[in-house]
């Protein structure tokens, strides 16, 4: 099983409508949670963080975290086609100060 | 600089040389970071430098990768006798690693290239 796992994609969605990404994780110790963008070509950049149980709004993205479900989640509200790229969900494994990441989602806003 | 700087930006070699990759981390940064990712899939942990603290290599693929940091700074990774499936974008990120700031800066990245 791997530590974190997000579906690939590729996901599409309308222009203005949300976009759901899903992130689940193995370690019950992990502490820190990420989501990073990731354009084609370049490299990824941090776009949320979330450490406690619940919601964590900032703009038009909101991280979501049940660390009991060991499930965490990125909402993009409006989605822009500028917002067109990969997410990657990152993890701080419990033991280790790593970061591991996912695989990534894609996801295409279609204008 | 201001920013997590790389080189060489591109690398090209043949199967069998060894290569070696520059990362310099932004100033005041004490973890750094290499990951590894190839075409359409998502990143690969190499190794972790935490200060002082002796490096995380759990990640290293085979006795073939090695890295090191010197002066807490500046880090190489030298891949030796390379292989073809070593083809990949070689990412560098740095971070101030407090508990609760874990924001990893990465640079552009290396693309090596093993013909």
């Known amino acids: 099983q791997k530590e974190v796992e997000q579906n690939s994609g590729p996901l599409s969605v309308p222009e203005g409508a949300i976009a759901s990404l899903n992130c689940t994780y193995s370690?019950?110790?992990?502490?820190?949670f990420f989501w990073y963008r990731q354009y084609s070509g370049k490299s990824p950049e941090l776009i949320m963080s979330?450490?406690?149980?619940g919601d964590k709004e900032d703009g038009r993205f909101t991280a979501q975290l049940n660390k009991a479900s060991q499930y965490v989640s990125l909402l993009i509200r409006d989605s822009q086609p500028s917002d067109s790229a990969t997410y990657l969900c990152a993890v701080t494994s419990g033991s280790a100060r790593q970061l591991t990441f996912g695989s990534g989602t894609q996801l295409t806003v279609l204008p | 600089g201001a920013g997590v700087s790389q080189s060489p930006s591109n690398k090209v070699t043949e199967k069998g040389k060894d290569v070696e990759l520059r990362c310099d981390p932004i100033?005041?940064?004490?973890?750094l970071y290499w990951y590894r990712q190839s075409l359409g899939q998502g990143l690969e942990f190499l190794i972790y430098f935490q200060g002082n603290s002796a490096p995380d290599k759990s990640g290293l693929p085979s006795d073939r990768f090695s890295a090191e940091r010197t002066g807490g700074s500046v880090s190489t990774l030298t891949i030796q006798r390379t292989q073809q499936e070593d083809s990949a974008v070689y990412l560098c990120?740095?971070?101030?690693?407090?508990?609760?700031?874990?924001?990893?800066?990465f640079g552009s990245g290396t693309q090596l290239s093993v013909l």
């Open positions: 990120a740095s971070s101030l690693a407090r508990p609760t700031n874990e924001k990893l800066f």
């Open positions: 979330i450490y406690s149980n």
């Open positions: 370690d019950r110790g992990s502490q820190s």
């Open positions: 100033s005041g940064h004490t973890a």
